[in-house]
């Protein structure tokens, strides 16, 4: 089998933070698109929190990944072949081409082309792609905060956080982070320009977000669920509205926790759903908001770039244990063709 | 001390569904009205599941009880002699004047007048009462179910359950309750209309549930909460909406099932507490909705009288087991002074 298309392999299915040795670094056979698929280069790597979920076939459309599969990949290719109408050769896309330099894959797996001219590529699975995607419906779809009224954010350091937290700045809330360390922090206050963050990992972080909270909290974008999720809404003011976005405490436990619904009847508290999915079909909207924000540098990006397709393994680990600042990007191809 | 005052009082505090033990009859005295207070008769008195809660100071606004102390009450009651200015002999009222025949008490205790012209007395506490607001305030205002959509209540033949099916019913949708009796089904079927009602105590319940929701399930009134709330989600419509009313199985227990999140997301459901003091101000226009279809007989009614304060407790006790049908009244007085 010829190689030429280095590619990072599941090695063996495992609960828990991703290791090392749960991954293999091989060197692939080059693929050839078939009847109406596309041949891709990927140049820059997404990598999420969900990708934990979906390696374990736990995610909607993704299937359990066996040992020999190269792990899912939401990324910024660029096509090199095309044996479909609506792409060709030299279009950016960001598209599921998994953890390797080529991928050859229907057009079913084409996300979004990609405007260079827009913002920098890798923005396109960051701020303006997935992560701002989500953060734009929740301010402007679920939550809708008013003037003046107090927004709170979970993982607020986070590419979905810190796009959340900035836009419902925007809309006039007070804005307050809630982080894992004393530098995501200063990167939400600082950077981000959020009004407050509190560190979770200290002992007295439901009093500190109490004194960040003078008013209550009006919504909560809650990107951790769990017993976080119960000890802010002992914070919310009546029909506080609080859109439910992810979990990724429970992505490697595997356990769930439960929650306790008594305190949000006592809050009527408006829980929602939210499902980026859903909201494909308004990225234009979006990227006509965001777009310019992020070009401009009104809306702050920070983004954790590697180099080299073998690092996607400790960078993954990395961000699987809450240790990286800012969306976690692996470059592994030219920005040019 | 003078006696001419029946009273049930509690005589130990205790976890767990009640026991006759837990209360004492006895002649109490005849209370006389302080400056401002109204001297009541009790006529009805409304037998509720957070009278349970209550005891234990676990309600809103409620103190824990000690031993010696009357048992919470919510009943139709006339005024005798009263101090204060907006209340006169005769009137009758729905009051917080406690388990016993006589009671001094606060204006403040007022809930509300009851025009006796409008519908029998008793149903000034279920139906027409706090009940029957609490299911206006679910139809009307946080699930608002649409014409044709599929609406599913759980303790369907209750007081709430059967009130809230049948203005969903009248708002054009589907209803279809969970009952915990063949008998129970039957009298949310054939008396109170709703199109299927499915027994949770049959081991295929689940099954029967999807039966009769083909279309899934679009508004769900929770009036139980914990596993019953998790296994009705797995029906849910996209963007089902939800109001969580009451966790009556959690009452007796003293601790409380968690709820997991994770398949509420996915369905990208609407959670919504719902606390009826919140609509005591719209008490007018949801009796100018509901009081002349109870008087025209298309608002079903099924009560379950007892006559007699003493048999409060047994009935009491019956109502936590769940094995009433019916809002639960304990006739305690005459209906006319």
Not at 129 to 134: E, F, I, K, N
């Amino acid at each position: 089998m010829a190689g030429g298309n280095p590619q990072v392999v599941l090695k063996r299915q495992r609960d828990g933070v991703p290791v090392p040795e749960d991954f293999s670094f091989i060197d692939g056979p080059m693929p050839a698109p078939g009847p109406g698929q596309i041949l891709v280069r990927n140049i820059y790597l997404s990598l999420d929190m969900f990708v934990r979920k979906a390696m374990r076939g736990d995610h909607y459309g993704y299937d359990i990944l066996k040992p020999g599969d190269v792990i899912h990949g939401n990324n910024v290719a660029r096509v090199i072949r095309s044996n479909h109408a609506d792409y060709k050769p030299g279009d950016v896309i960001v598209v599921e081409s998994g953890w390797q330099h080529y991928a050859a894959v229907e057009a079913s797996k084409v996300v979004a082309f990609v405007d260079p001219m827009l913002a920098p590529l890798s923005t396109a699975v960051g701020a303006l792609g997935m992560p701002g995607l989500t953060a734009w419906a929740s301010v402007t779809h679920l939550i809708q905060p008013t003037l003046g009224s107090t927004f709170v954010v979970s993982a607020a350091a986070g590419p979905v956080g810190a796009v959340t937290g900035q836009l419902a700045k925007r809309a006039g809330a007070r804005v307050v982070g809630i982080a894992g360390s004393a530098e995501k922090c200063q990167l939400v206050t600082r950077t981000y320009g959020f009004d407050a963050c509190v560190n979770y990992k200290q002992a007295d972080w439901e009093d500190q977000l109490k004194a960040a909270c003078p008013d209550g909290i009006d919504g909560y974008h809650d990107n951790v669920g769990g017993t976080m999720l119960q000890a802010v809404c002992k914070q919310f003011n009546l029909y506080a509205t609080v859109a439910l976005c992810g979990r990724p405490n429970d992505y490697n436990a595997g356990g769930f926790t439960g929650i306790q619904m008594g305190p949000f009847i006592g809050k009527r508290a408006r829980v929602k759903g939210l499902v980026v999915y859903d909201y494909y079909g308004d990225r234009d909207t979006f990227l006509s908001v965001a777009g310019p924000l992020v070009r401009e540098g009104a809306l702050k990006v920070k983004e954790d770039h590697v180099s080299g397709l073998e690092n996607a393994i400790p960078h993954f680990i990395k961000l699987m244990k809450g240790e990286n600042i800012g969306k976690a990007i692996v470059a592994v191809g030219p920005e040019k063709a």
